[in-house]
């Protein structure tokens, strides 16, 4: 059969391109403000690429699956630890078995264990809904966040300093600008795996559960395995972005993985655009950006920043992402 | 009918109790291959609740629901689906924000087993967009096969709700109330649509249009107040007095 209705080509879309240039820029701009002598702008985008990639990652849940997780803060944390807890030991001893600077184990333990916490805690918080689910969520967040405190060996309360950085062969964290380049790259390694699932027969299964989960049962599928595995990706996803944040950082503490941070990962990701590609990016770097600006206009940058962010979500419906998407259909108005 | 055909779906003893009251009273149903069987029965007769049964998304309280050889009472909705029984849904209940094509393409989707394939892309697999296609074809609404659903008419949306559930090949084809919301027209269309689908499709069909009753089913079960009070051919169930004074009322010949 050929008479199939074929979808329009999607890089006539002006949100393509507008796509294409953001991540054009992020590639470009940050290191051309560090080559010319502005590095602290260097350190904002660095974050920024990091928040981005994290955000993206709860996209894949909470946009794309209909799922509210409100601890995904703790996948950041747990991957930071994952860096932190092992050159501890090198430097000052015990836990011979994880004491280690090789970076390729500290992805393996920041990818593992947040894989493995995702698939504890998802199991049980999947069996619940709506306010249900993001309250279980935040208190399995909440039970790291206190776990690390407890844990006085590694600073408890008053956090950890990573006096070595992840070693890789051939490259160096320490280099500002490797390491820029290093988040850029998983960024858009982790933006093409979210674009390859969400177009996947597994994708598709959970935009259908997140639309309509009645109807996905009666229609055979058992949604509960197809979001758990979603919110076990996810959380690998954000760990990895938290094994990117202790290398950045260089300083962590529990602080990292409050629920007010899960909250600015949902934030940035609902401000973005949920369940549109980029959309985390585009909330991530206002986030970001705004916060770094107003920061340097007032000490109170809080209140005009929790303004404009109200009044964002007011009117741009889907996000700025949405506002984007809608980019056509205004032109042809 | 003939009685060489055999039982797909056979309801023994199902009962169903909200409270004290039984929605669902000792119910006896039998459905043969290939036969559209009708449901009716006065607003409030407890078919939504039987209909919820037979589909796994409420558990009996007891009695046996067999489904080609299997008892399927308790099981999960979604192991019913898998069975090969299908439903559509009284109230729409389609993926809204997704467009016709892609609606049937996840139902074909689902019915090729499981979707743990996470790199291909499925929005451009032409095996699962050719049987989506010939789906809405069959059911009428293949020019507004890239709408999304939740643009297109009420009537084309009861029609997408048959065509998904077409999709995933069901034996036994659970429709519920298929022409609710219609105008004359769109249940004309609808009870058209209907008709080619007999004699390839067992149906089990809930409906209040008595013209639709009447002209599609080859068997008819009158439920009141959550008892079965009889089963039998159009001829059988117009002259059944019990049908006539509980459901028709006392003074229509219909």
């Known amino acids: ?333 | 009918m003939n009685s060489s055909q055999q039982t797909i779906l056979d309801v023994t003893d199902l009962c169903k109790r909200f409270g004290g009251v039984f929605a669902t009273d000792h119910v006896n149903l039998s459905v043969l291959q290939g036969e559209v069987h009708a449901l009716i029965g006065p607003n409030g007769a407890g078919k939504t609740t039987l209909i919820s049964q037979l589909s796994g998304v409420l558990k009996p309280d007891s009695g046996k629901i067999v489904f080609n050889g299997k008892n399927m009472a308790g099981k999960p909705a979604h192991s019913f689906a898998r069975a090969g029984l299908a439903r559509s849904f009284q109230i729409t209940s389609v993926f809204t924000e997704m467009t016709l094509l892609q609606n049937v393409a996840l139902a074909v989707q689902a019915n090729a087993g499981h979707a743990f394939s996470f790199w291909r892309d499925a929005t451009t697999d032409n095996s699962l967009l050719e049987p989506a296609y010939e789906y809405l074809q069959t059911t009428g609404i293949a020019a507004s096969a890239n709408k999304p659903a939740a643009k297109v008419s009420h009537g084309e949306r009861r029609q997408l709700e048959v065509a998904m559930a077409l999709a995933t090949e069901p034996s036994l084809l659970l429709l519920d109330e298929p022409m609710a919301g219609m105008g004359p027209e769109e249940s004309g269309l609808m009870i058209e649509i209907l008709q080619n689908l007999s004699g390839s499709k067992t149906i089990l069909l809930i409906e209040h249009d008595m013209d639709a009753v009447f002209a599609l089913a080859d068997r008819i079960s009158v439920l009141v107040y959550g008892k079965l009070i009889a089963t039998g051919n159009k001829q059988e169930i117009q002259a059944n007095p019990d049908v006539k004074s509980a459901y028709l009322g006392e003074d229509t010949d219909a």
């Open chain 1, 1 to 333: 059969m050929t008479n199939l209705p074929l979808k329009k080509n999607i890089s006539r879309h002006p949100a393509f391109w507008i796509n294409t240039i953001a991540l054009v820029l992020l590639a470009v701009v940050p290191p051309v403000l560090f080559i010319s002598g502005q590095p602290f702008w260097l350190d904002v985008f660095t974050r920024l690429v990091i928040l981005a990639l994290a955000a993206t990652a709860l996209n894949l849940i909470l946009g794309f699956g209909g799922l509210v997780s409100f601890g995904h803060a703790a996948y950041l944390g747990l991957g930071a630890y994952a860096v932190g807890i092992p050159v501890y030991h090198s430097l000052y001893g015990g836990m011979d078995s994880i004491a280690s600077f090789n970076g390729f184990l500290h992805i393996g333990l920041a990818v593992g264990i947040s894989a493995l916490f995702a698939l504890l805690t998802g199991a049980i918080s999947l069996r619940t809904r709506g306010v249900n689910f993001i309250m279980i969520t935040m208190a399995f967040g909440q039970m790291i966040f206190y776990a690390i405190v407890a844990l006085e060996n590694y600073g408890g309360d008053d956090g950890l300093t990573i006096d070595v950085r992840s070693e890789f062969p051939l490259i160096s964290l320490d280099n500002p600008l490797t390491l820029y380049t290093v988040c850029y790259l998983s960024l858009l390694l982790v933006l093409l795996i979210v674009y390859r699932i969400t177009r996947s027969r597994f994708g598709l299964t959970l935009q259908g559960a997140r639309s309509n989960e009645q109807r996905m049962r009666s229609l055979g599928i058992n949604c509960y395995r197809y979001q758990l595995i979603a919110f076990v990706i996810s959380g690998a996803i954000c760990g990895y972005a938290g094994f990117l944040l202790g290398n950045f950082t260089t300083f962590i503490s529990p602080e990292m993985m409050d629920w007010t941070r899960s909250g600015e990962l949902m934030f940035m990701v609902i401000l973005g655009g949920a369940a549109f590609l980029l959309g985390p990016v585009f909330g991530a770097a206002v986030f970001i950006l705004l916060e770094q600006l107003l920061r340097e206009v007032t000490i109170h940058w809080h209140l005009p920043f929790g303004i404009l962010l109200i009044l964002s979500v007011l009117f741009f419906n889907g996000g700025l992402a949405g506002a984007v998407s809608r980019l056509r259909s205004f032109k042809n108005q």
